[in-house]
């Protein structure tokens, strides 16, 4: 049975000490929003962990193009994430220190209760230094030393939050 879900946007605030990075981006269509929820209809929370990722598209509900969709164990409800591609953003930087909207999820029948950064980020150094692909920031933190610089690069005392926005 598809229950009529209203919209609501929630945006994935993120925050980060950084050291001679000028720019942290998840900027590849493949990269993955590792994300669990809980069902807005009964409060069932997932265990386990669910991704979305731009370049996965699941066709839903008269045409509608999700990124994620799925049937709740307890209450049964069809429930969709789409990533709102215009959204994401690269932490800089400038923003260090302080939480800023790196992606914003139109959720229908669910809500994002934890999130797990992953092992696709970018990380672009100071003084057009070097750029590092596919970072793991899965530990809370990532460490490299950067020979164009001559200095070490790290990303550390990563934090989140979620916030429903209008």
Known sequence: ???QTKMVKIALKFKASLENIQELNSRDENFRWYLKFSCSGCSEESDKWNYLSLNEVVDHN??????????CK????????TIIEDSLKAYTAEDEGTFKTIAVF????LNPIDFKP????VVKT????TEFEKVDLNEGSWSEYCE???QPVCVEDIEHRFEKIK
């Open 1 to 3: 049975k598809i229950y």
């Open 62 to 71: 008269h045409g509608a193009v999700n990124h994620f969709v799925c049937k």
């Open 74 to 81: 307890s209450c049964k409800r069809v429930n969709t994430v």
């Open 106 to 109: 139109d959720c229908r029948g």
């Open 118 to 121: 992953g092992e696709e980020w």
């Open 126 to 129: 100071i003084d057009n230094g």
């Open 148 to 150: 164009i610089i001559k």
